[in-house]
């Protein structure tokens, strides 16, 4: 079976950037068809998609969130990676990669994504 796990630092000073890997076991992130994505949710609120990258390497970004996030990928560690610059406290949230099998886009249903990694914490903070 498929599994996705989220790493990276679980506090992150302001202004700095935050960066989060997920890796992809069980499968291949270049995969035809699979869509690799990083949405977050902060404290209180509703899940928000950030961005994705397909199994041929394109990028796809939420138009709120793109001029800050860049989203990358590692083939030969079967990776995909999350960068969100100039954080701030408003970025506290937990984040999540997860699959689909259809183009991604801010406005989607949980229920698009049919493959979650459990989430990691992350705090902006001084």
């Known amino acids: 079976q498929v599994q996705l796990q989220e790493s990276g630092p679980g506090l992150v000073k302001p202004s700095q950037t935050l960066s989060l890997t997920c890796t992809v076991s069980?499968?291949?992130?270049?995969?035809?068809?699979?869509?690799w994505s990083w949405i977050r949710q902060p404290p209180g609120k509703g899940l928000e998609w950030m961005g994705a990258?397909?199994?041929?390497?394109?990028?796809y970004y939420n138009p709120f969130l793109k001029s800050r996030t860049s989203i990358s990928r590692d083939t030969s560690k079967n990776q995909f990676s999350l960068q969100l610059s100039s954080v701030t406290p408003e970025d506290t949230a937990v984040y999540y990669c997860?699959?689909?099998?259809?183009?991604?886009?801010?406005?989607?249903?949980?229920?698009?994504?049919?493959?979650w990694g459990q989430g990691t914490q992350v705090t902006v903070s001084s």
């Open positions: 997860a699959r689909s099998r259809t183009v991604p886009h801010y406005t989607d249903s949980v229920a698009n994504y049919n493959l």
């Open positions: 069980g499968g291949f992130i270049t995969t035809s068809g699979y869509y």
């Open positions: 990258i397909a199994y041929e390497g394109s990028n």
